[in-house]
């Protein structure tokens, strides 16, 4: 394999394990914002079986749930826009594969054609032989 395909090959892993980290990083950032609309979602229960238990904590009920919604919208937006740098990472990601499989390809072409060229050129060099013999 030649210099030039070896250092394309070595960029083009560097840049797919660079697209990996950060698509890793995308998902755990992904999955905490759906926990803390789970965590959301537990936490208004809670208040909601408080308040049936306890009317001071029913009257404020609303005023909890006002802000409750707030925050989960902000929450679910944030998983929306994650979700979709994901996507976008995703993509990035399959593209560096497809170049680095690009790269592969040609190098290992290049390597057979020199393999190629090397057997033309023994069969050349053999066939002059007898020839020569031949005719001394």
Request: proline share 0%; no cysteine; hydrophobic share 45%.
């Amino acid at each position: 394999m030649t210099a030039w395909a070896q250092s394309l090959i070595r960029i083009s892993n560097y840049e797919v394990e660079t697209l990996q980290k950060r698509l890793a990083e995308i998902t755990a950032r992904r999955t905490s914002a759906e926990m803390r609309i789970a965590v959301l979602e537990a936490e208004a229960e809670i208040e909601q079986e408080r308040a049936r238990e306890d009317t001071e904590a029913g009257m404020l009920l609303q005023a909890y749930l006002n802000g409750w919604k707030l925050r989960k919208s902000a929450a679910e937006a944030d998983v929306v826009e994650i979700s979709a740098e994901e996507d976008g990472a995703r993509d990035a990601l399959s593209g560096a594969f497809e170049e680095l499989k690009k790269f592969e390809h040609v190098a290992e072409t290049t390597r057979l054609n020199r393999l190629v060229a090397a057997g033309k050129r023994e069969t050349a060099a053999f066939d002059e032989l007898g020839l020569r013999r031949r005719a001394g």
